[in-house]
């Protein structure tokens, strides 16, 4: 039996509307139809249409108000383009981070990189290095891939590569979920020289894998970081 049929309908229905979100047909802030509109249109249960909201509802792809309806979601809001923010101060507040340098090119995607970012040897990507400062010091280097036909030009919007979420917006692009693992290693000269510390101290590493909307990685990033009066904190759904 093919793997779509052996999904539930509820999580089926789901996709549909997800895509539907994902192309614009629904658009960010717009109601939804009632359950029984959606169950008419989709030939199926109002209970399996209110599954698939209730998992819309989780994946933050929409918010349902008690007595008003399911709205969708804005998935370039502050709010929600922040949740790949996981560096906090020890009070939970935000890190006043900032970009103090930034280099993008342009390559042939690597064995790695192609495994992480799906894509064929040798497909272009955008390689980009940043350094992110707290105030004036130095946390953190990233080294970040993306597939290049994702964001075209991106060498002429530097500030937009300043973050995955900015990206996102500026070439209309929705994200979904993230993928992150997290290790310590021993600090290379390169990242010690930079952050401060002495050479082989023990850095955390953070290997991020970003989706769109329906699924595609749109970035797989690396930061080496110094978390002394940070936390990271992960968000579960």
Excluded at 3 to 31: E, H, N
Excluded at 93 to 116: D, M, T
Excluded at 173 to 197: M, N, P
Aim: aromatic share 6%; net charge neutral; glycine share 12%.
């Amino acid at each position: 039996m093919p793997a779509f049929l052996r999904r539930p309908l509820y999580l089926q229905v789901c996709d549909v509307m997800a895509d539907r979100i994902a192309t614009r047909g629904w658009k960010p802030g717009s109601a939804l139809p009632n359950e029984g509109d959606l169950a008419r249109e989709f030939g199926v249960s109002a209970g399996t249409v209110r599954k698939a909201l209730e998992r819309l509802d989780q994946t933050g792809l929409i918010t349902r108000r008690q007595g008003r309806g399911s709205f969708v979601c804005d998935l370039t809001s502050g709010e929600l383009a922040g949740r790949f923010a996981t560096i906090r101060r020890p009070d939970g507040g935000s890190i006043g981070v900032s970009v103090g340098s930034i280099a993008i090119e342009r390559g042939a995607a690597a064995e790695e990189e192609c495994a992480r970012l799906q894509l064929e040897e040798g497909e272009p990507v955008w390689h980009i290095r940043r350094v992110l400062l707290d105030g004036d010091v130095p946390f953190m280097i990233e080294k970040a891939s993306m597939p290049a036909g994702f964001f075209p030009g991106l060498e002429q919007q530097r500030h937009a590569a300043e973050e995955i979420a900015l990206l996102a917006r500026h070439f209309g692009i929705l994200l979904g979920k993230g993928r992150e693992r997290i290790v310590t290693q021993s600090a290379s000269a390169e990242v010690a020289a930079v952050l401060g510390l002495a050479e082989g101290a023990l850095v955390i590493v953070l290997d991020r894998v970003i989706l769109a909307l329906d699924g595609r990685p749109v970035e797989w990033r690396m930061g080496w970081c110094n978390l002394a009066g940070k936390y990271y904190q992960a968000r579960l759904c």
